[in-house]
C-alpha cells in the first residue's frame, strides 16, 4: 500500500521560499504520477502541479508559474516542490497525491493515494 507524507511547510515572509517534500513508501513510485494540491480555509481544493511518472511531463496552474518548480526522485521515492517569491495567496495546506494513470488532467479526482497535508502560511 501506498503512503505519502508531506514536509517542509511552515510560515515564511512575502517574497520567501519553501521547499515541500512527499516521501513515498510502501512501494516504487516510478510509474506513478505526482501531483500537488492546495486548498485554503473557505476555498476549493486546488491542482498546484502536476508531474509525469518519469519527469519529463509537468503541468502548472498559472497563478504559481514561474514561481513553483515540481520535481521528483525517483532512486529517493520523493517528489518536490520548490516554491519562490511566494505571496500570502500561497496560504493553504499542501497535498501530494498519486496515481497510476495520467499526471495531467492535474484534478484531485483523478488521484487516489493523498498524504496529510502539511501548512503553509505566507505573512508578515
Known amino acids: 500500500q501506498l503512503q505519502l507524507t508531506e514536509s517542509g511547510g511552515g510560515l515564511v515572509q512575502p517574497g520567501g521560499s519553501l521547499r515541500l517534500s512527499c516521501a513515498a513508501s510502501?512501494?516504487?513510485?516510478?510509474?506513478?504520477?505526482i501531483g500537488w494540491f492546495r486548498q485554503a480555509p473557505g476555498k476549493e481544493r486546488e491542482g498546484v502541479s502536476c508531474?509525469?511518472?518519469?519527469?519529463?511531463?509537468?503541468y502548472y496552474v498559472d497563478s504559481v508559474k514561474g514561481r513553483f518548480t515540481i520535481s521528483r526522485d525517483n532512486a529517493k521515492n520523493t517528489s518536490y516542490l520548490q516554491m519562490n517569491t511566494l505571496k500570502p495567496e500561497d496560504t493553504a495546506v499542501y497535498y501530494c497525491?498519486?496515481?497510476?494513470?495520467?499526471?495531467?488532467?492535474?484534478?484531485?479526482?483523478?488521484?487516489?493515494?493523498w498524504g496529510q497535508g502539511t501548512q503553509v502560511t505566507v505573512s508578515s
Open positions: 497525491a498519486a496515481t497510476l494513470g495520467r499526471y495531467h488532467p492535474c484534478k484531485g479526482g483523478q488521484y487516489d493515494y
Open positions: 508531474i509525469s511518472g518519469s519527469g519529463s511531463n509537468t
Open positions: 510502501g512501494v516504487t513510485l516510478d510509474y506513478y504520477s
